[in-house]
């Protein structure tokens, strides 16, 4: 299974909702990572899991809480979020070598917020 | 600091003509990786091409080909008779290590529309 899925596709929600997105993946990765992509333009690392411990945080606003429940699952909690954090956040995985191995990319979850 | 551009914004070709994309990265590093990704309107990025900073021989696959020259500092990819379904946005990226992790360095991405 060389898949890294992401749930939902689509998601609105309002400046007091909270939500998650979630992003799995079986292909024994160690590190998982969540990406912030807004319309063209490439995708920006906001959160690096290695082992299951957060090892990079590119000094991303409180309002976006990550989670590694284990070392298949990644999480992204949402609240109070802002209209100008609509965009497409995509997932990946990876092999937490030497910078050698490539990413995983999920299909992204389109955030919409009003 | 560690830095990848790609100065081509966008690219319109007729299918069946070959496009270089070009890539040009600055590193402090000896030992580096770039990749190349590909990017459909659907929205998944998807792995092309990774190469190491000892390794500069070319690369071939199918209708791809990648050229890597060190002394420039450039890693270009060329389509060869391109076809409809290459039309995408393509990312060069430089692997940069961060604390005890690595992460990707994009480029600003190079949008490819392949007319019929």
């Known amino acids: 299974d060389t898949e890294v899925t992401q749930t939902p596709k689509h998601l609105v929600m309002g400046m007091t909702n909270k939500k998650s997105l979630k992003c799995e993946q079986h292909?024994?990765?160690?590190?998982m990572y969540w990406y912030k992509q807004k319309a063209k333009k490439p995708p920006e690392l906001m959160f690096v899991y290695s082992y299951e411990k957060l090892s990079i945080n590119e000094s991303v606003p409180s309002r976006f809480s990550p989670e590694c429940p284990n070392s298949s699952l990644l999480n992204l909690h949402l609240h109070a979020l802002q209209p100008e954090d609509s965009a497409l956040y995509l997932c990946?995985?990876?092999?937490?070598?030497?910078?050698?191995?490539?990413?995983?990319f999920g299909p992204g979850t389109r955030l919409t917020v009003l | 600091a560690q830095k990848v551009t790609q100065a081509q914004t966008e690219i319109s070709v007729v299918e069946k003509e070959d496009v270089t994309l070009d890539c040009v990265y600055e590193t402090r590093d000896t030992t580096y990786y770039l990749f190349w990704y590909k990017q459909p309107p659907s929205g998944e990025l998807v792995f092309l091409i990774r190469r190491n900073s000892f390794d500069e021989q070319n690369e071939i696959s199918g209708r791809y080909s990648w050229n890597f020259q060190k002394s420039t500092s450039s890693f270009n990819f060329t389509i060869t008779a391109s076809q409809v379904v290459d039309s995408a946005v393509y990312f060069c990226?430089?692997?940069?290590?961060?604390?005890?992790?690595?992460?990707?360095?994009f480029g600003s991405g190079t949008r490819l529309l392949v007319r019929p």
């Open positions: 292909m024994g990765h160690r590190a």
């Open positions: 990226a430089l692997s940069e290590a961060q604390d005890s992790s690595y992460k990707l360095i």
């Open positions: 990946a995985s990876s092999h937490p070598g030497q910078g050698a191995d490539e990413q995983f």
